[in-house]
Structures are given as C-alpha cells and as structure tokens.
C-alpha cells in the first residue's frame, strides 16, 4: 500500500506561485507514475500533470502547460508540482495520485492510490 500526502496549498493572488508536495510512505514510488489532478466545486476530478516513473515524460492539460511543472525526486519519495502565473480559475482542491505501473496516463480510473487533496485558491 501507498500512502499519499499532499501539502503546499493556501490562497495566493493572481500572477503568484505555489509548489505543491506529495509525500508518499509505505514504499517507495520510484517505479510509479505519477499524477496531479484536481477538482473545483460542482465540476468533475481532471488531469493536471503527469509523470512517469524517472520523470522523463510528462503530460499537462492545455489549460496549465507553460505554466505548471511536474517533476520528481525519488531519493525523496515525492512528487512536486509547481505552479506559477496563478489564475482564480485554478482554485480547485488539488489531489495527488499513483499508478501501479511506470507509465502515465491522464485518466483518474486509471491511478490506485490517492491522497486527501490540499486546497488552493487564487484572488482575483
């Protein structure tokens, strides 16, 4: 089992940036991909970024590339995603996620593990 825990979220203006953590424990996620969804009220959990196992393909929605970076330190057992030219329409609750597998994907079916989320939200 894979424990995931996200922190680094809290309320920046527009413009600023944020980097979010995900901590994992239980063993190691070096061999998993990773992923950074998440999910505004009354909207559905969507992909933000993805990374495979040795961080050398990532995914970003169209909405945040040039924007956001996903990256990983294995030695660390951590995924970070770092988020820069905040938008208001960036506040979501943002959740990180593990698949059992090295290579990513975009959809939430197809992570197993997940953490509880860490809320970001961005003034206008």
């Known amino acids: 089992q894979v424990q995931l825990v996200e922190s680094g979220g809290g309320l920046v203006q527009a413009g600023g940036s944020l980097r979010l953590s995900c901590a994992a424990s239980?063993?190691?996620?070096?061999?998993?991909?990773m992923g950074w969804f998440r999910q505004a009220p009354g909207k559905e959990r969507d992909v933000v970024a993805t990374i495979n196992w040795n961080g050398r393909s990532t995914s970003y929605a169209d909405s945040v590339k040039g924007r956001f970076t996903i990256f990983r330190d294995n030695a660390k057992n951590t995924v970070y995603l770092q988020m820069n030219s905040l938008k208001p329409e960036d506040t979501a609750v943002y959740y990180c996620?593990?698949?059992?597998?090295?290579?990513?994907?975009?959809?939430?079916?197809?992570?197993?593990?997940w953490g509880q989320g860490t809320q970001v939200t961005v003034s206008s």
């Open positions: 239980g063993r190691t996620i070096s061999m998993n991909a």
């Open positions: 996620a593990a698949r059992s597998v090295a290579g990513w994907a975009r959809a939430v079916g197809e992570y197993d593990y």
